[in-house]
């Protein structure tokens, strides 16, 4: 306990220690463990850049636009390749040399839903949740390469117990328990404007998940990756669990990953506007990079090529492949320093009094980590371009952009396209938009590949 005296003393968190003198020791274990947890030289470091100093994002100067795969290939020899990849695919998700990760770990304060984002109700008819539908498309993908596909969901600290009792309860949706694995990613304390970190309830610190990019050390920490490799696992084919319109193993783009020597490829989609809040692909001194939206500046993000088109137009989806062994590489020493992301947020906190706030305006920052922070470690980066009504539409909101209700048109339309190539008519508004509900099982049809 002296020890951890002086540790708040030293790195002006007095509050804390105060805080502790009213509470029963099984309490201050707790609290005494979280805090023995931080890694004090670092979070002062932290807490000087990020809270009280005024860091800003600088443009870099030496920035280009990458190159990508187009969605369909662009001559004769392009279609080759494209069949080629699209067979190897085939045969590493085949032999299960593929495995699927969701990182399922956020808190999804946006759309306000209690528990973990993954029990949300998504699809138009039955009402499944994302984590049912998901599971329904591995069950497909076992079906249809004849293979017993991994999956391995991220939870959180939080949300953890929760998600893997919502698994058990629901019998793991026909898939085999063993083939479902849980790893859960680290913390970060909530920081206040003042560099104090907060407390969450009398006996925690106020702690959030640490950003998608804990994902990568989260693997190594839990021997995930030591489990892959026993496995045969080669490639993990990674999204988010929001997002149920995703392929969750596209053939094509594990394909071209495997045949490029890939270590961490991307899709990407061509952004709707200079402004579409989608992080932006760029070339930076040689290596492919993403800049945040609301990091780029202005005038590059409205560029224009000579074709009259967006210079920077290829936005990141969060859909990637990684090569086992470079997460292997780069955790090996237990250590990854990924840059630190700020986010102004709302956080209850535990007062002087002893009282739950909940605050009304922001009152803490909190630092994440994002996965796509890896790219510029990984040789021959690719990037498959990807059409957005067959891929994309994350359920942030309730309502409006990037929501549950836009999410559930996408789903009626991509499902209405199905029912058109096999030669069905869809009742239609005159303005074009499909005029029924339509639900497909993705036991019955999967992608179109
Ligand atoms: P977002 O950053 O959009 O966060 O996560 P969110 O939790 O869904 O929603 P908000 O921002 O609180 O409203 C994108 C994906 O990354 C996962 C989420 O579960 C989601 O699938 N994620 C995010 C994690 O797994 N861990 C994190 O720490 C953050």
């Given at each position: 306990?002296?020890?951890?005296?002086?540790i708040l003393l030293q790195y002006g968190q007095k509050h804390i220690l105060e805080h502790m003198t009213g509470l029963k020791d099984s309490d201050i274990d707790i609290l005494a463990s979280q805090i023995s947890n931080i890694d004090w030289e670092e979070m002062s470091n932290l807490i000087n850049k990020y809270v009280k100093g005024k860091e800003h994002f600088q443009a870099p100067s030496n920035i280009s636009p990458p190159k990508y795969f187009t969605y369909q290939p662009e001559n004769d020899k392009g279609k080759k390749y494209y069949q080629k990849a699209i067979e190897e695919g085939k045969l590493l998700i085949s032999q299960g040399k593929v495995a699927i990760l969701t990182v399922a770990g956020g808190q999804?304060?946006?759309?306000?839903?209690?528990?973990?984002?993954?029990?949300?109700?998504?699809?138009?008819?039955?009402?499944?949740?994302?984590?049912q539908y998901n599971a329904e498309k591995i069950r497909k993908l076992n079906q249809k390469y004849s293979v017993e596909l991994q999956w391995f969901i991220m939870?959180?600290?939080?949300?953890?117990?929760?998600?893997?009792?919502?698994?058990?309860?629901?019998?793991?949706?026909?898939?085999?328990?063993k083939s479902v694995h849980f790893f859960t990613q680290g913390t970060m304390p909530a920081i206040g404007f003042d560099g104090k970190l907060l407390l969450g309830a009398p006996n925690s610190l106020a702690l959030s998940p640490n950003g998608h990019g804990g994902t990568l050390l989260a693997l190594k920490k839990s021997g995930i990756l030591n489990l892959m490799k026993e496995n045969g696992v080669e490639h993990i084919s990674y999204f988010q669990i929001d997002n149920p319109l995703v392929s969750i193993a596209c053939p094509l783009f594990i394909g071209l990953h495997k045949l490029e020597n890939s270590e961490m490829s991307s899709r990407a989609l061509i952004k709707t506007g200079p402004f579409e809040?989608?992080?932006?692909?760029?070339?930076?001194?040689?290596?492919?990079?993403?800049?945040?939206?609301?990091?780029?500046?202005?005038?590059?993000?409205?560029?224009?090529?000579?074709?009259?088109?967006?210079?920077?137009?290829?936005?990141?989806?969060?859909?990637?492949?990684?090569?086992?062994?470079?997460?292997?590489?780069?955790?090996?020493?237990?250590h990854l320093e990924l840059p630190w992301h700020k986010a102004v947020k709302k956080v209850p906190f535990i007062d002087s009094e002893g009282e739950l706030v909940k605050p009304s305006e922001p009152?803490?920052?909190?630092?994440?980590?994002?996965?796509?922070?890896?790219?510029?470690?990984?040789?021959?980066?690719?990037?498959?371009?990807?059409?957005?009504?067959?891929?994309?539409?994350?359920?942030?909101?309730q309502d409006g952009v990037d929501s549950a209700v836009s999410c559930r048109r996408m789903m009626i339309e991509k499902d209405a396209k199905k029912l058109e190539l096999a030669g069905i008519s869809v009742p239609k508004k005159p303005d074009g938009s499909i005029d029924c509900v339509i639900e497909f099982s993705p036991l019955a049809i999967l992608d179109n590949d």
């Amino acid at each position: 306990i002296m020890q951890i005296n002086e540790i708040l003393l030293q790195y002006g968190q007095k509050h804390i220690l105060e805080h502790m003198t009213g509470l029963k020791d099984s309490d201050i274990d707790i609290l005494a463990s979280q805090i023995s947890n931080i890694d004090w030289e670092e979070m002062s470091n932290l807490i000087n850049k990020y809270v009280k100093g005024k860091e800003h994002f600088q443009a870099p100067s030496n920035i280009s636009p990458p190159k990508y795969f187009t969605y369909q290939p662009e001559n004769d020899k392009g279609k080759k390749y494209y069949q080629k990849a699209i067979e190897e695919g085939k045969l590493l998700i085949s032999q299960g040399k593929v495995a699927i990760l969701t990182v399922a770990g956020g808190q999804g304060s946006r759309l306000g839903f209690e528990g973990p984002k993954g029990k949300y109700p998504i699809t138009p008819i039955k009402n499944k949740t994302l984590f049912q539908y998901n599971a329904e498309k591995i069950r497909k993908l076992n079906q249809k390469y004849s293979v017993e596909l991994q999956w391995f969901i991220m939870t959180s600290p939080s949300n953890d117990a929760e998600t893997q009792a919502y698994f058990k309860e629901n019998k793991y949706f026909n898939l085999s328990p063993k083939s479902v694995h849980f790893f859960t990613q680290g913390t970060m304390p909530a920081i206040g404007f003042d560099g104090k970190l907060l407390l969450g309830a009398p006996n925690s610190l106020a702690l959030s998940p640490n950003g998608h990019g804990g994902t990568l050390l989260a693997l190594k920490k839990s021997g995930i990756l030591n489990l892959m490799k026993e496995n045969g696992v080669e490639h993990i084919s990674y999204f988010q669990i929001d997002n149920p319109l995703v392929s969750i193993a596209c053939p094509l783009f594990i394909g071209l990953h495997k045949l490029e020597n890939s270590e961490m490829s991307s899709r990407a989609l061509i952004k709707t506007g200079p402004f579409e809040k989608l992080g932006n692909f760029c070339i930076v001194d040689g290596k492919l990079k993403i800049i945040e939206y609301s990091d780029m500046p202005n005038d590059l993000a409205e560029k224009k090529d000579e074709q009259g088109r967006l210079l920077f137009r290829a936005g990141s989806p969060a859909i990637h492949v990684f090569k086992v062994d470079f997460i292997q590489r780069l955790t090996k020493t237990g250590h990854l320093e990924l840059p630190w992301h700020k986010a102004v947020k709302k956080v209850p906190f535990i007062d002087s009094e002893g009282e739950l706030v909940k605050p009304s305006e922001p009152n803490a920052i909190k630092l994440e980590t994002f996965i796509f922070d890896a790219l510029p470690y990984a040789e021959n980066p690719l990037i498959l371009e990807a059409v957005r009504e067959e891929e994309f539409s994350p359920v942030k909101n309730q309502d409006g952009v990037d929501s549950a209700v836009s999410c559930r048109r996408m789903m009626i339309e991509k499902d209405a396209k199905k029912l058109e190539l096999a030669g069905i008519s869809v009742p239609k508004k005159p303005d074009g938009s499909i005029d029924c509900v339509i639900e497909f099982s993705p036991l019955a049809i999967l992608d179109n590949d």
